[in-house]
């Protein structure tokens, strides 16, 4: 019998551990099971994914279902009965788990879910139709499996009870190798469940957290590091909560590291002790990156979701880590929590902005089914799509027309600050406006009163777009200071020999551009050993270039990177050059 567990990602670099995971685990307990993984994403035509499912002619589909590929599944679902009327097809994941029954109501074809963690639920499924095989019986024997809903012979929708947790221990590792792997974000658990009680999110259902041993742990991070595997992200929910566990795993990283892993976490910054902020400082540049779930500043807000967070700590947390300048630190916003209107929102905006993360990440609540915030829905008198992912429309804070002016800032700092592509111009600008909020929110206006769609520029149009904002606000005294900001922030980027028209007139006399590098090629005074090891000035000059503004002039090396932001080294060249 063949066993086929689907996932449909929402990219082609992401993976889902969780059919990896089940594999591993029903592999283990039943040894030459014929389990395989199918892996898709969105993006692929859907008669492609069911043409290659047919192919493969399974007994048994498991798919894992998520809010962003639940209604590309259920289409699936629809269509593979059709061709495939005889396969068991059962449904498991958070988007399945906390409504089991109405799916089941809802899907004539599906057979069952399987609710919560599925590893130890998918084995004994699959030891069921084993048996049901071995014996050529009639009928499926599912009475004695706990954590499933399922239809019965006589059509009625059967709930058992929940399935036991199982130790993180008896979890197999199920990489490998790295085969299929290559240019995909590599996903990790160290723990499962979450202290915290956040209302908008499913981790607060199950409070207990388990870890991982690190006799376990450590080894299975050393596979990555020996395998040079790009990065690594844990999906643990709060991977700092236990003090013992963190510091075991990042000072393994510190010692061992390969100099090209990276390896994300999703942490608490206000829980952070001295100990772990001093082993930070000590990390390579890009070894961690740090995603840091603020959500809000406002502290009726924060109340009445259930988060526990010393704004004060994690402010110092942030500012102590940036200062290392080794650390992408990533900070997340909601909009659309109780208690948070458009004025509350600015100024959660405008207090994360100030802790300088280098991305800021504005998310839309999602009442995800089994919530606490979903029992809550008459109380905030919360609208939301009624299709996945279920992003808020409206609350009694918020009306819908504000969730729009904000969607217009997400834009806006998405391209304009997330990319990174544009920091001096955004600094310079934000002189003359009262908060970077107001920044933001003008510039997405802009762009409505011009009819412009932000995502329908290149990357030049963005330039030049931003530039075309400024000339509008600033005064003719600063736009060439205005203009100077643009060209270093391109130039930083791009190491482009054609010059776009809107940042200018190049200032650069031809002669001393000729002289740097006949002189350069000769004394290698700025230019020296790898590539610049040669006497072409030819050369020197393609991976370089040159800008004057004002009266100085800038070298940009893009042989040397900065290797947090990608940035060109920047250089000012002294006047005897």
């Not at 988007?95 to 799916?103: C, N, Q, T």
């Not at 879910?113 to 019986?137: D, P, S």
């Not at 504005?362 to 995800?368: A, D, R, S, Y």
């Not at 530039?467 to 736009?479: N, T």
Request: hydrophobic letters at 35%; a negative charge.
């Amino acid at each position: 019998m063949k066993f086929l567990l689907a996932a449909i990602n929402a990219k082609y670099i992401h993976s889902n551990p969780g059919v990896y995971s089940l594999r591993a685990f029903a592999r283990t307990k039943i040894p030459g099971a014929d389990i395989e993984i199918g892996e898709y994403t969105i993006n692929h035509q859907m008669d492609l994914i069911l043409q290659d499912i047919y192919r493969r002619k399974p007994d048994f589909i498991g798919f894992s279902c998520y809010i962003w590929n639940i209604s590309y599944i259920m289409e699936i679902v629809r269509d593979v009965k059709k061709v495939l009327p005889e396969v068991e097809i059962w449904l498991g994941g958070p988007e399945v788990s906390y409504d089991a029954k109405k799916v089941l109501t809802r899907e004539p074809d599906v057979c069952g879910v399987m609710r919560g963690e599925g590893e130890l639920t998918f084995t004994e499924l699959v030891r069921a139709y084993l048996k049901r095989e071995e014996l050529c019986a009639a009928s499926l024997d599912l009475d004695h499996i706990p954590g499933i809903t399922y239809r019965a012979e006589s059509g009625e929708v059967v709930e058992r009870g929940p399935q036991r947790l199982l130790s993180l221990d008896e979890i197999p590792f199920y990489y490998d190798d790295m085969a299929g792997f290559e240019n995909r974000i590599v996903y990790y658990e160290s723990s499962r469940g979450c202290p915290f009680s956040c209302s908008y999110c499913l981790s607060s259902i199950d409070k207990t957290v388990r870890f991982r041993s690190l006799d376990l742990v450590l080894p299975e991070l050393q596979f990555f590091l020996d395998h040079k595997v790009p990065q690594v992200k844990f999906v643990d929910r709060t991977f700092n909560c236990k003090r013992d566990h963190t510091l075991g795993i990042w000072r393994y990283l510190v010692e061992h590291d390969n100099g090209i892993t990276n390896f994300h976490f999703e942490v608490s910054a206000d829980i952070f002790d001295e100990e772990e902020l001093e082993l930070i400082g000590k990390m390579r540049p890009g070894l961690i990156q740090l995603e840091i779930g603020v959500q809000s500043t406002n502290p009726d807000t924060i109340k009445e979701i259930h988060r526990h967070m010393d704004l004060v700590k994690l402010k110092q947390a942030v500012d102590r880590v940036y200062d290392y300048r080794n650390t992408h630190q990533h900070l997340d916003l909601i909009a659309g929590l109780p208690y948070e209107n458009y004025e509350s929102f600015m100024r959660s905006f405008d207090d994360v902005y100030r802790m300088r993360p280098d991305q800021l990440q504005m998310g839309f609540l999602k009442v995800l089914k089994g919530s606490y915030m979903e029992e809550q829905v008459a109380a905030y008198d919360l609208k939301y799509r009624g299709i996945p992912p279920y992003e808020v429309l409206s609350t009694k804070w918020l009306p819908y027309s504000n969730v729009i002016r904000l969607k217009g800032v997400e834009d806006m700092v998405e391209v304009y600050y997330n990319s990174g592509q544009f920091e001096n111009t955004v600094e310079m600008l934000l002189k003359h406006f009262d908060s970077s909020f107001e920044f933001f929110a003008e510039l997405a206006s802009w762009y409505g009163r011009s009819g412009m769609e932000m995502f329908s520029f290149s990357r030049n149009q963005r330039y030049e777009n931003l530039l075309r904002f400024g000339m509008e606000i600033v005064s003719a005294g600063d736009v060439e200071t205005l203009r100077n900001a643009m060209i270093m922030d391109y130039y930083l980027r791009e190491n482009v020999k054609t010059r776009p028209g809107f940042l200018g007139e190049d200032m650069v006399e031809k002669r001393f551009s000729k002289e740097f590098y006949s002189r350069e090629s000769r004394k290698h005074r700025y230019l020296s050993g790898g590539r610049y090891d040669t006497d072409d000035p030819r050369l020197l000059r393609k991976l370089t270039h040159i800008e004057k503004m004002g009266d100085d002039y800038y070298l940009f090396d893009y042989t040397r990177r900065d290797p947090m932001n990608n940035n060109a080294l920047m250089i000012k060249l002294h006047p005897e050059d």
